[in-house]
């Protein structure tokens, strides 16, 4: 019998590269995205010379934690992941950071320093796995026991969106156009499916009053009858008004998602409506979960691996969705080919998974990959190479560092409000509800 060679998977450099990647103009109720969004790639590299990635955000507050958390990870093997978990509770964070400020995009809640350390430890995750993947010759859903579908459903993720960035602002140009208007936005839902065959589509809303929103929903179910329908007005509106759109759009919407703030609220709406609500807003760790499930406040959650810590922790809130029978998909937010693909090899694995999952993918015209991932009739196709099954081009991530590196420190941090002041001046990050 042949012994397989011995790897040695000691990790013996964690390397953190910042970089700032274009993107498009795209409302939500806080404002307007930047020019450039933060980014982190990590790369851990093993005493057998794999080296695995991952990805996260990359604002200033992430990037103070991803040293001090890395710095623990070197002379571990890549699979001694949960002692990792356990020991970054000893980093400390910032004060400054959590205290008493909501998440960028209000897309959490309140900042803690438990969500913070579990944004970082899921690109660490990612990129053990993915080193480990490549050492054995497995693929990450191996290492996460099993694929079981060969293909992941994504949905078009469909904004509001201005055709450019303000005169004079540095921007990268893009072929989308505006989004203002209900033509406007079945003419990008159109777009989305001539080019990835996109068959649900999410409309991120809480932009402009309710009715115009409610509007251009309708104008999608007529452009696109049957197909699966989303609204997320990312907890804009008051009860009431939650409720008026549900009774309005009932018979077409998939699911509604945080339609209001907070989990009373959004126990209130579903208390009163038959419509689904969704959310990634309030379930994002698992101590939000007895309240939220217990009150019956929300029947999908939207999971998104860099929130929860990863892909493993992606797993186990999954199985308790599955006990307590919430529905389960994906969340996005901005970002590239590693975590769209560390996200297809952990939505494989999920057996509760019966929405397609959202993605940012499509608007981002830039990227780190030798080769960009592809969609094929909305879907991405689960990759059988070993660990993530991606490769870093160095050149492009050289190219994107230096553009954050030669940034005066403006876009380092996202903020959608400030982004919208450059066009509005007198913008204020709405009170909530907006309506």
Known sequence: MTTPPSRDLTVTEVRL?????????LLNTQGVHQPYTPRLIVEVVTADGTTGLGETYGDTKYLDL???LADRLVGRRAGDLNRLFTEADAVA??????????????LRGVQTADKLRLSVLSALEVACLDALGKSLGLPVHALLGGKV???????????????????????EKDDWGAALDPAGVVAQARTFTERYGFTSFKLKGGVFPPDEEIAAVRALAAAFPGHPLRLDPNGAWSVETSLKVAGELGDVLEYLEDPALGTPAMAEVAARTGVPLATNMCVTTFAEIKE??????????????????????????????RTFGVGVSMHSNTHLGISLAAMTHVAATVPNLHHACDSHYPWQSEDVLTERLTFENGAVRVSDAPGLGVELDRDRLAALHRRWLDDDGTLRDRDDAAAMRVAHPEWETPAVPRW
């Open 292 to 321: 939220a499930f217990t009150r019956d406040a929300v029947q999908v959650v939207l999971s998104d691996h860099h929130y929860w810590g990863g892909l493993r922790n992606t797993q186990q809130l999954a199985a308790v969705c």
């Open 149 to 171: 579908r060969d293909t992941v459903d994504y949905s078009a993720y469909l904004f509001y969106k201005w055709a450019g960035h303000p005169e004079g602002v540095r921007a």
């Open 93 to 106: 964070v910032d004060a400054d950071q959590v205290s008493g400020k909501v998440d960028v995009g209000g």
């Open 17 to 25: 590269t910042p970089i700032l990647v274009a993107d498009p103009p």
């Open 66 to 68: 991803a040293r001090p």
